[in-house]
Nanobody, 123 residues
């Protein structure tokens, strides 16, 4: 069974930084595109970042460009989301996702996803 476990969320102030981590089990991590989506009360699910299995291609939502960076370490079966210059609008539950193609992550066609980690940015 493939499992994704997120960590690194917390309560921070506007302008602070957080690094989210997603550690995966299973034997196919290095062949999957990985990403993060977030969900907040009253808002639609938003794919914030995604990365190709090789790490050479990335996607970022316009709302986080220039502030968030996605990366992966296939040797550690881990994907990261570095979040800088956080804003109250970033407050949400953040979920790690996996799919066979990066485009599927953008369209929320996940193969696997985690339990989520809470990020709260105070105003």
């Amino acid at each position: 069974q493939v499992q994704l476990v997120e960590s690194g969320g917390g309560l921070v102030q506007t302008g602070d930084s957080l690094r989210l981590s997603c550690t995966t089990s299973g034997r196919t991590f290095s062949t999957y595109a990985m990403g993060w989506f977030r969900q907040a009360p009253g808002k639609e699910r938003e794919t914030v970042a995604a990365i190709h299995w090789s790490g050479v291609g990335t996607y970022y939502a316009d709302s986080v460009k220039g502030r968030f960076t996605i990366s992966r370490d296939n040797a550690k079966n881990t994907v990261y989301l570095q979040m800088n210059s956080l804003k109250p609008e970033d407050t949400a539950d953040y979920y790690c996702t996996a799919a066979s193609q990066l485009s599927k992550l953008r369209s929320h066609e996940y193969t696997y996803w985690g339990q989520g980690t809470q990020v709260t940015v105070s105003s």
